[in-house]
C-alpha cells in the first residue's frame, strides 16, 4: 500500500501512517513498515520538505508562510518546516511576488486604482506573502506598469 502511494509522488512519514490506519492498519504494524521504509531511504520528510518548497514557490508562487502551514499540514516536524523554507530567502520571495503581480496587471486594465490594489494584495496575501512585502511590491510594480499611486504610502 505505502509503495503504490508512494509511486505516485512523495509522501512524509504522517500521510503514509494516516493513509495505513484508514485502511484499517494496526498502529504497531504501521509504525515496523514505516520504519523498514524509513531505513531504507523511501522516506525521507526532509527531502520532501525540501522539494515541496522548491516546486511550489517555483510553479505555484506560493510566499514562505503558506509553504510552512502546507508542509505541517502534511505532518513535517518544525525543524524540518523551518529549514526547508529558509532555502526561500527574502530576495527570491519578493521576485516571485513581483512576477505573479506583473502576470496579473495586464487583465486588470479596467479596474479603479484601489480594486486593483485590494486585489493584487489579496492575491499575494493567499499566496503566503507577508502584509509589507505585498504591498511594497504592488506599490513597485504598478509604478513601473505606469500607475503612481499614493494610496500605499501609509502601509509597510
Known sequence: MCLTLLTARPRTRSELYKALLRNEIS??????????????????DKAFAEMWVRSRHTYQGMGRKALSVELRRRGVDNDTVAEAVAAVDEESEEERAGQLVRKKLPSMRSADEQTKIRRLVGMLARKGYSQGLAYRVVRNELANFGEETDLLDTFE
Open 27 to 44: 498502529p504497531e504494524v504501521a509504525e515496523r513498515v514505516l520504519g523498514r521504509l524509513d531505513e531504507v531511504g523511501l522516506i525521507d
